[in-house]
């Protein structure tokens, strides 16, 4: 599974922007594809994900504000982020989970960043 993440860019703040990651390769395998969020030199942070058709989770810092969403050939995540604040400022990846024949393997794409000012 390749994970290819898009969409980043520089906003003013309470802006919006939509993040795509299109996955490709076995991608029925994947359980769970979602957004972790990385600012510098803190933990990586999972702020939403997607399992199945709609099972969606947020971190708290941004419900009501961030929807995942997937298309309908299942192979394009978004991300869609409104009310950006500067504290949603920082790069964002694209990250899957996937089940068998590759159960339990972790695959990332390649981040983007965001950056919101005030």
């Known amino acids: 599974v390749q994970l290819q993440a898009s969409g980043g860019g520089l906003v003013q703040s309470g802006g919006s922007l939509r993040l795509s990651c299109e996955a490709s390769g076995d991608i029925s395998s994947i359980t769970v594809i979602g957004w972790v969020r990385q600012v510098s030199g803190i933990q990586r942070e999972p702020i939403a994900s997607l399992e199945g058709q709609a099972d969606t989770k947020y971190a708290d810092s941004v419900k009501g504000r961030f929807t995942i969403s997937r298309n309908a050939a299942n192979n394009i995540v978004y991300l869609q982020m409104n009310n950006l604040k500067p504290a949603d400022t920082g790069v964002y990846y694209c990250?899957?989970?996937?089940?068998?024949?590759?159960?339990?393997?972790?695959?990332w794409g390649k981040g983007t960043l965001v950056t919101v000012f005030s």
């Open positions: 990250h899957a989970l996937s089940n068998w024949p590759h159960y339990g393997k972790h695959y």
